[in-house]
């Protein structure tokens, strides 16, 4: 499992295979749905709940507070 998340962090990092960008602060941060999904319940309703996130490419984070900071150690943290 661990080799499994070392992989796909290193996908993300360079932008392959991503589904979906994460926007705040002006940046963005390229990432899988189901690593999202899996990791966090709120992710998990957004993709899979039948909300408008489910769909689209880019998702802005500002409605969340989230800064560019704290979402890069968030995903660095579940990747």
Avoid: W
Avoid at 7 to 20: A, I, Q, T, W
Avoid at 26 to 34: A, D, L, M, Q
Avoid at 40 to 65: H, L, R, W
Wanted: net charge positive.
């Amino acid at each position: 499992m661990k080799e499994s998340f070392e992989e796909l962090n290193h996908l993300r990092m360079s932008s392959r295979l991503c589904d979906v960008s994460l926007n705040a602060g002006g940046k963005k941060f390229p990432c899988h749905k189901v690593v999202r999904a899996s990791a966090s319940p709120y992710f998990n309703a957004k993709f899979k709940g039948g909300m408008i996130e489910c769909c689209q490419k880019e998702v802005d984070m500002k409605q969340t507070g989230s800064s560019t900071g704290t979402l890069d150690i968030v995903l660095d943290f579940i990747y």
